[in-house]
């Protein structure tokens, strides 16, 4: 996802480079505007940028110490007043001044000192004075650098449950100054006004700020890809306006990075249970791997590129995965449904229904490609909810095909961490198909089938296991064994009721699934 963001924000620097001389002409007029900043102001302005420029030094002079500590008493004084006096005791702009100062002082404190607390009581005042001035033109450029600023305190902190909403926050003002890519106002940065800095291309700026905003962002949603939804909705609106550009782009790598975007938001969509949303994405996905596909062999050193055929393989299988685990939650979520049907209370009690409802309610239309329809129409995997065991049977034959033809690629040889999950899928995909049949002697027989799967994979895998890490792939196999063999006891038990006598062979089978369920879960514990 990352790739494909990163090229849409170098894109537009190079646009905004090119046009360069025309951005300087119109600059002329517009930077000529009166900035109302009072002495005061000005003067703790220029000594705060000082400060930060002492401290870009190899080797901090007790100068810039000295003049750090003065400065801030002299800020801090002036914010006292601001916040016990009413905010018309001082200017527009010299609230921004003072804003852009606490940056300063903040910025060093967080990438100097790594006083973190510090940093963020800086930030935080910062952001304090901005307040509804943010999408001004002369703050917009502070505003969303504090923003991103503060995220990086709370990472450095590891409360991460801190840095989206700030990151968001960050986003969300882009956007709004921007008026989505329309024409917009060229950023104003005070300190260049008045020469204490060298004037620089502001819009570039902006747009670098954004970039690093986006760059935190895909990392956390790669760490949790849950209430994310503002960015869902923005990096597919930008797939959408890249679609007619991909396809006719003779840049391999483009299509490459469209596809993977595309994915990383169909397994986003069907953990919301959006599934014909991530249908979408995932058939998308497909359609642009095939353009890619095809620019691929067209080009020359293509034969002679084992590493070129290689990541399209890893890509192809990175999308057959997905593809799995989108049946396994539409099975999964489909049985949830039903079982809800007859119990009322369990979707108030359903956490993830109310993410879910939040993302619905944050969709002003459905996410879909309309330059794809036509190409994707025929794509026959299910979008629905399954009710039947003829729907279940359908998505589940599914979900093994796309597994499999992930296994050819992930090798235990290649890739042993990722065979062994696709395993684990696997597994999950039987459990879940067991539940929407409704003869237990089909459940039974589903469920041996389920630990044949598991077992053989165990024969493969364990003879591998030569690395600690490796091993502890491997004891998630022996846990999805032992409780399929807890499971099988289960329906075996419910045979065993309806029998009229238990017979000695009964004993030893029960036996025999007591006997395999301690085994796996010693075999489970003895790599933890």
């Not at 008493?73 to 601001?82: G, H, P, R, S, Y």
């Not at 930030?123 to 001004?136: M, P």
């Not at 099975?331 to 119990?343: A, V």
């Not at 999950?428 to 198909?433: E, L």
Request: overall charge negative; some cysteine.
């Amino acid at each position: 996802m990352w790739q494909f963001l990163k090229e849409i924000m170098e894109d537009r620097i190079e646009q905004i480079r090119k046009s360069a001389e025309r951005e300087r002409e119109a600059n002329t007029s517009e930077n000529a505007e009166s900035i109302n900043v009072s002495e005061t102001f000005l003067t703790i302005l220029k000594s705060s940028c000082e400060v930060y420029f002492l401290y870009q030094e190899s080797e901090i002079s007790n100068k810039a110490k000295k003049m750090i500590s003065t400065v801030e008493v002299k800020m801090n004084d002036i914010f006292q007043n601001i916040i016990t006096y009413s905010t018309d005791e001082t200017g527009f702009d010299d609230d921004i001044v003072l804003a852009i100062a606490y940056h300063n002082l903040g910025h060093i404190y967080l990438y100097k000192e790594h006083n973190f607390h510090a940093a963020k009581d800086h930030f935080v005042r910062c952001i304090e004075l901005l307040k509804g001035k943010e999408l001004d033109r002369k703050a917009i450029l502070t505003a969303i650098n504090v923003l991103y600023d503060l995220h990086y305190v709370w990472k450095c902190l590891q409360k991460l449950e801190n840095c989206y909403p700030l990151l968001d926050k960050a986003m969300e003002l882009y956007l709004n100054y921007t008026k989505e890519e329309d024409e917009y106002p060229d950023p104003i940065y005070i300190p260049t006004i008045f020469d204490i800095i060298e004037e620089i291309n502001l819009k570039i700026s902006l747009i670098v700020l954004h970039k690093l905003t986006l760059e935190s962002i895909v990392e956390l949603y790669l760490l949790e890809p849950a209430d994310k939804h503002k960015f869902v909705i923005y990096v597919h609106n930008l797939l959408n306006k890249q679609v007619t550009k991909t396809i006719a782009s003779i840049d391999k790598r483009v299509s490459m990075y469209w596809a993977n975007a595309s994915l990383e938001l169909a397994n986003y969509l069907s953990y919301h249970d959006r599934f014909v949303e991530a249908k979408i994405h995932l058939a998308a996905a497909d359609y642009m791997m095939g353009i890619h596909y095809t620019l691929m062999i067209k080009d020359q050193d293509y034969s002679a590129s084992s590493a070129m055929h290689n990541n399209y393989e890893l890509y192809r299988a990175n999308i057959a995965v997905a593809w799995g685990l989108y049946g396994i939650r539409l099975l999964n979520s489909s049985k949830k449904r039903l079982q809800c049907e007859s119990d009322k209370s369990c979707e108030a009690n359903n956490t993830k229904s109310e993410s879910s409802a939040k993302f619905k309610e944050g969709l002003m239309k459905p996410l879909i490609f309309v330059d794809l329809e036509k190409a994707l129409e025929n794509i026959e995997v299910p979008n629905t909810y399954v009710s039947s065991l003829d729907d279940a049977k359908i998505v589940f034959a599914n979900v093994l095909k796309w597994f499999n033809t992930a296994k050819t690629f992930y090798t235990v040889e290649k890739d042993f961490t990722t065979c062994v999950e696709i395993t684990l899928n696997i597994s999950t995909a039987f459990k879940y198909y067991a539940e929407f049949v409704g003869n237990i002697s089909e459940q039974i027989k589903i469920t041996k089938e389920r630990i044949k799967v598991l077992e053989y994979a165990v024969s493969i895998v364990l003879p591998r296991c030569d690395t600690l890490e490796k091993y502890q792939s491997c004891r998630y196999l022996y846990f999805h064994i032992a409780i399929a063999y807890s499971t099988l006891l289960d329906m075996t038990s419910e045979e065993f009721y309806e029998a009229k006598e238990i017979t000695d062979e009964m004993r030893m089978e029960t036996k025999r699934l007591v006997k395999s369920i301690l085994d796996n879960f010693q075999l489970y514990l003895k790599h933890t």
